[in-house]
């Protein structure tokens, strides 16, 4: 109790004349608590500015540029315990493909943990099915009478697999992605969560002030499942900071700067740790509304000692702020689209629960969208007006443009994943694209996945995609993305502004990621410290060969 208790402040009187003080018993140990004189209770320390629902989102302090801010996260041993049991019972014992990070398989720039789906997960006829053959063979298995094809896949036990297409990278949502083979859905697919994990309370310090019984949890997919069986500590985490205000009414309404919600990407898979921020900056600057995101190092004390867990993104989540400060009104329906219908092809409802507005059970502006985009399209000038007045299809075309252009194949045209879509009042309710999880940007090739980043032409997509098809189709639509490729590579991905960019970040982070003061072994993606600088010069090369390829393709499209 000692040691959980060390971060606990003298009792102040918040600049009041008289106050009484108590204590409750928080994750971080005990909250001392002021009685103001209209009778309510805040913790010591509490500020309207800090910690008030009514304050302005502080994104100069929260997400602050050029720095690296730390951040103390304390959670009581028996709350870090249950958050491990949970995962446990969802993926398994931590660590139960591997210790340690994932050794670089073939292209530095794109490493993906080797054997990523548990042997004792695949039927016997997928083993069966490689008999005799070699890794990267194309195979076909049978299985619950159903044939699959895939290729032959060495897992973690040395055999070889007849892994489906997109089984080493699924997507969230009941089955695989359209297209795509898969597992039948009891197979156990690895990173395939059945739920969110579970909240606990915690402690959270931040330049000298703490935000107390705040909710956390792990979060993410392929991002949190990968590292949790390969048994390396970097875990993402998602914050609620008023998650627990009914067991703890002292904090009712508690904000950080404005914020409710929160998360720390744990920059997985991307041996640079620069991916997730830079992407989302080139978006927003290139007209997309995309999260803002800042770097933080990350000390954890779940009853061990504080321990350094690495270097992370804080990402902005799209709540009030960001629909507040990027469209103007924050009371639209917000959408994380994810399974099958998230493609476009047809409306399920199921595939877009809302994370706002929930009580009211209407999907209207979503079900419009979809109907609008596979209506009659014998007459373009009709099609295209009754589609935008639900989406903003001119916005949706400055994220495609920057999209192909970066290169992000974990998205929209592979992945029915990564968006959300708000519903935007101060737009006639108009649909907006948000893009999310940005760690697998700036790739060349998706290793490990059956499928690569879109070309510029876009002439691969099929009518699986129909918000991609449909809209390249259109002769209107097309010119107008031609254009955005243009603006972007002109300006927000222009080349040598981006290589400094990333110069520039790298050069920021590299002291909390290499050295003395760096990443440590079980907490850190690095199999080799030399990969944080590989890394960048693989960023410096990406960067310039999509330049080029911009201007091959702008000239093969003039018109």
Same mark, same amino acid.
């Given at each position: @109790?000692?040691?959980?208790? =060390?971060?606990?402040?003298?009792?102040?009187?918040?600049?009041?004349?008289?106050? #009484?003080?108590?204590?409750?018993?928080?994750?971080?140990?005990?909250?001392?608590?002021?009685?103001?004189? %209209?009778?309510?209770?805040?913790?010591?320390?509490?500020?309207?500015? #800090?910690?008030?629902? =009514?304050?302005?989102?502080? &994104?100069?302090?929260?997400?602050?540029?050029?720095? !690296?801010?730390?951040?103390?996260?304390?959670?009581?041993?028996?709350?870090?315990?249950?958050?491990?049991?949970?995962?446990?019972?969802?993926?398994?014992?931590?660590?139960?493909?591997?210790?340690?990070?994932?050794?670089?398989?073939?292209?530095?720039?794109?490493?993906?943990?080797?054997?990523?789906?548990? +042997?004792?997960?695949?039927?016997?006829?997928?083993?069966?099915?490689?008999?005799? @053959?070699?890794?990267?063979?194309?195979?076909? !298995?049978?299985?619950? *009478?159903?044939?699959?094809?895939?290729?032959?896949?060495?897992?973690?036990?040395?055999?070889?697999?007849?892994?489906?297409?997109?089984?080493?990278?699924?997507?969230?949502?009941?089955?695989?992605?359209?297209?795509?083979?898969?597992?039948? =859905?009891?197979?156990?697919?690895?990173?395939?969560?059945?739920?969110?994990?579970?909240?606990?309370?915690?402690?959270?310090?931040?330049?000298?002030?703490?935000?107390?019984?705040?909710?956390?949890?792990?979060?993410?997919?392929?991002?949190?499942?990968?590292?949790?069986?390969?048994?390396?500590?970097?875990? +993402?985490?998602?914050?609620?900071?008023?998650?627990?205000?009914?067991?703890?009414?002292?904090?009712?309404?508690?904000?950080?700067?404005?914020?409710?919600?929160?998360?720390?990407?744990?920059?997985?898979?991307?041996?640079?740790?620069?991916?997730?921020?830079?992407?989302?900056?080139?978006?927003?600057?290139?007209?997309?509304?995309?999260?803002?995101?800042?770097?933080?190092?990350?000390?954890?004390?779940?009853?061990? /000692?504080?321990?350094?867990? *690495?270097?992370?993104?804080?990402?902005?989540?799209?709540?009030?702020?960001?629909?507040?400060?990027?469209? /103007?009104?924050?009371?639209?329906?917000? &959408?994380?689209?994810?399974?099958? /219908?998230?493609?476009?092809?047809?409306?399920?409802?199921?595939?877009?629960?809302?994370?706002?507005?929930?009580?009211?059970?209407?999907?209207?502006?979503?079900?419009?969208?979809? #109907?609008?985009?596979?209506?009659?399209?014998?007459?373009?000038?009709?099609?295209?007006?009754?589609?935008?007045?639900?989406?903003?299809?001119?916005?949706?075309?400055?994220?495609?443009?920057?999209?192909?252009?970066?290169?992000?194949?974990? %998205?929209?045209?592979?992945?029915?994943?990564?968006?959300?879509?708000?519903?935007?009042?101060?737009?006639?309710?108009?649909?907006?694209?948000?893009?999310?999880?940005?760690?697998?940007?700036?790739?060349?090739?998706?290793?490990?996945?059956?499928?690569? +980043?879109?070309?510029?032409?876009?002439?691969? !997509?099929?009518?699986?995609?129909?918000?991609?098809?449909?809209?390249?189709?259109?002769?209107?639509?097309?010119?107008?993305?031609?254009?955005?490729?243009?603006?972007?590579?002109?300006?927000?991905?222009?080349?040598?502004?981006?290589?400094?960019?990333?110069?520039?970040?790298?050069?920021?982070?590299?002291?909390?990621?290499?050295?003395?003061?760096?990443?440590? +072994?079980?907490?850190?993606?690095?199999?080799?410290?030399?990969?944080?600088?590989?890394?960048?010069?693989?960023?410096?090369?990406?960067?310039?060969?999509?330049?080029?390829?911009?201007? %091959?393709?702008?000239?093969?499209?003039?018109?």
């Amino acid at each position: @109790m000692k040691q959980l208790c =060390s971060t606990i402040k003298s009792v102040a009187f918040l600049g009041m004349a008289a106050a #009484t003080a108590a204590m409750s018993v928080s994750c971080g140990g005990l909250t001392q608590w002021a009685e103001l004189p %209209s009778g309510g209770k805040r913790p010591v320390g509490w500020t309207d500015e #800090t910690h008030g629902k =009514s304050a302005p989102p502080d &994104y100069d302090e929260v997400f602050a540029q050029g720095k !690296v801010n730390r951040l103390d996260i304390t959670i009581a041993p028996a709350d870090w315990q249950a958050m491990q049991d949970d995962m446990t019972d969802m993926l398994g014992e931590f660590g139960a493909v591997g210790d340690g990070p994932p050794r670089p398989p073939g292209n530095p720039g794109d490493r993906r943990p080797a054997g990523q789906i548990p +042997p004792e997960t695949v039927p016997p006829e997928a083993f069966e099915a490689c008999e005799g @053959m070699q890794e990267g063979d194309a195979c076909t !298995v049978s299985v619950g *009478g159903d044939v699959i094809s895939g290729i032959c896949t060495m897992l973690s036990d040395g055999r070889l697999a007849c892994i489906p297409e997109g089984a080493a990278g699924p997507p969230p949502g009941d089955g695989p992605p359209p297209g795509g083979g898969g597992w039948p =859905s009891d197979a156990g697919l690895i990173g395939l969560l059945p739920r969110n994990p579970i909240y606990v309370p915690c402690t959270v310090e931040f330049e000298g002030k703490t935000w107390w019984h705040v909710g956390i949890r792990f979060k993410g997919n392929s991002t949190l499942s990968h590292p949790w069986q390969l048994g390396i500590t970097k875990l +993402p985490f998602r914050f609620d900071f008023d998650e627990f205000e009914d067991e703890y009414p002292e904090i009712d309404n508690q904000r950080f700067f404005g914020f409710k919600r929160l998360v720390l990407a744990n920059n997985f898979n991307d041996s640079s740790m620069l991916r997730e921020k830079v992407a989302h900056d080139i978006f927003r600057e290139a007209g997309v509304p995309a999260p803002r995101t800042a770097f933080y190092r990350v000390y954890v004390d779940f009853g061990e /000692g504080v321990t350094y867990f *690495g270097l992370y993104t804080m990402t902005e989540v799209p709540d009030g702020p960001m629909f507040d400060t990027q469209f /103007g009104e924050d009371g639209g329906n917000l &959408y994380k689209p994810e399974g099958g /219908g998230a493609t476009w092809v047809s409306f399920d409802e199921e595939s877009f629960p809302k994370k706002t507005n929930k009580s009211e059970e209407d999907w209207s502006d979503v079900e419009g969208a979809v #109907t609008a985009l596979h209506a009659d399209r014998s007459d373009p000038a009709a099609w295209r007006a009754g589609l935008e007045t639900t989406l903003n299809v001119d916005e949706f075309l400055r994220w495609l443009a920057v999209n192909t252009l970066v290169q992000n194949w974990d %998205s929209y045209g592979n992945m029915p994943q990564n968006y959300y879509l708000y519903s935007n009042p101060a737009d006639a309710w108009r649909l907006y694209w948000i893009p999310w999880d940005c760690n697998e940007a700036f790739k060349s090739t998706a290793l490990g996945q059956p499928f690569a +980043p879109l070309s510029l032409k876009l002439d691969e !997509v099929d009518e699986n995609w129909p918000l991609i098809r449909y809209l390249m189709d259109d002769p209107v639509y097309w010119a107008t993305y031609v254009s955005h490729v243009q603006d972007v590579i002109e300006g927000a991905f222009a080349g040598e502004p981006t290589q400094e960019r990333f110069r520039a970040a790298h050069d920021l982070i590299a002291p909390y990621v290499v050295g003395a003061d760096g990443e440590q +072994p079980g907490y850190t993606f690095l199999f080799d410290s030399r990969e944080f600088d590989t890394e960048l010069d693989n960023l410096l090369n990406h960067v310039a060969q999509r330049s080029e390829a911009a201007i %091959s393709f702008l000239e093969a499209n003039r018109d």
